[in-house]
């Protein structure tokens, strides 16, 4: 009777945990989707508030020169200036190297800049602390190659992680771009103009594609904010930097320029970008056979060499004892 409890309890308890699991697992990939779509809002409508606020400056400036204190978007805006007067086109590279990387705080580049320099200012003093005052007596000349080396590796560590991210957001803009623009398309054939086509469809791939809805989504509130659709365009595709953006802007461009019709050069770049996405995927699984060379050759061989000689090895062994 006793045991049959046991056996109730041991049953009960799997059943909840395996419920809660299922829960878990229905739940989980709903709240994603919702904090994505959170996400996504929040950005366009802080976009759309300075965009706003912007206007509304540019409009005051014009109308009186009476100095006031300067708006959370005014102190961006004059930090960003100042940044540009004193670094130049270094400044102007980097903002556009935080803009891609998706860090548009706009002391990003003032922060990244210090980085560079503080980082291998702090490991070189470390390493020479540890290695100065160390128990063991380290020559001088190593202890100037290691601290010179950390010094590299602080330097050049901000910029390869900065590049990183830049490259992997922009490959996954590149690898959803193409159905994108085919949404657009869909939406443009059926008579919605371009600012609510780029809006609706950023809307749409918020949950499956993030980067690029956010992208999107600010390119559609310059374009509704902003007088000048043809810079919107060209901040869009430094912002975004990668070539699928830089075509879609330039074809856009060049369709408002001269008269063109939007839906077919839309159709064009989409089906440029599907190649560039399949030559990729071909070069990638062309370049697969010499990455697997040397793993197969570490890993593999010697395993298969033990399992084919190490059985011949100890009968040959039984075999001699047998004939002792």
């Given amino acids: 009777m006793f045991s049959e409890e046991i056996d ?16 878990v697992a229905v739940a989980l990939p709903m709240l994603n989707r919702t904090e994505k779509r959170e996400h996504y809002t929040n950005v366009i409508e802080k976009k759309r508030r300075a965009l706003y606020e ?17 708006l959370s978007t005014r102190e961006s805006l004059a930090f960003f200036f100042k940044v540009q007067e004193q670094f130049g086109a270094l400044g102007e590279k980097v903002r556009d190297q935080m803009l ?10 003032m922060l990244y800049l210090g980085a560079r320099l503080i980082i291998p200012l702090v490991l070189m003093f470390f390493s020479w602390l540890i290695l100065a005052h160390g128990e063991k007596e380290v020559k001088p000349f190593v202890i100037f190659l290691i601290t010179i080396s950390l010094g590299g590796v602080g ?28 949404m657009m398309l869909i939406c443009v054939q059926g008579g919605i103009g371009l600012e609510q086509t780029i809006h609706r469809v950023g809307d749409e791939i918020a949950e499956h594609s993030p980067i690029l809805a956010e992208e999107l989504g600010i390119l559609s509130a310059e374009m509704g904010m902003l007088n000048d659709r043809r810079r919107a365009l060209q901040d869009f595709a430094r912002r975004v930097g990668s070539g699928a953006a830089k075509s879609f802007a330039t074809a856009m461009i060049q369709a408002e320029q001269y008269g063109t019709s939007v839906s077919s050069a839309m159709r064009v770049i989409s ?51 047998i004939g002792n």
């Fill in 271 to 321: 089906d440029e970008l599907r190649d560039m996405r399949m030559a990729e995927a071909e070069r990638k699984a062309a370049a697969l056979p010499p990455k697997l060379t040397v793993p197969m050759i570490l890993f593999f061989l010697p395993a298969l060499f033990i399992v084919i000689l190490v059985p011949a090895f100890l009968a040959a062994k039984d075999a001699g004892a």
């Fill in 8 to 23: 109730r309890m041991i049953i009960l308890i799997v059943a909840s945990f395996a419920a809660m699991l299922t829960f």
């Fill in 100 to 109: 891609q990387a998706g860090i548009r705080d706009p002391k990003a580049p």
């Fill in 155 to 182: 330097f050049f560590l901000p910029r390869i992680l900065i590049k990183n991210h830049i490259i992997k957001r922009q490959q996954e803009i590149n690898i959803v771009f193409p159905d994108a623009l085919d």
């Fill in 54 to 70: 912007q206007a509304k400056e540019n409009v005051y400036n014009k109308k009186s020169k009476e100095k006031e204190k300067s």
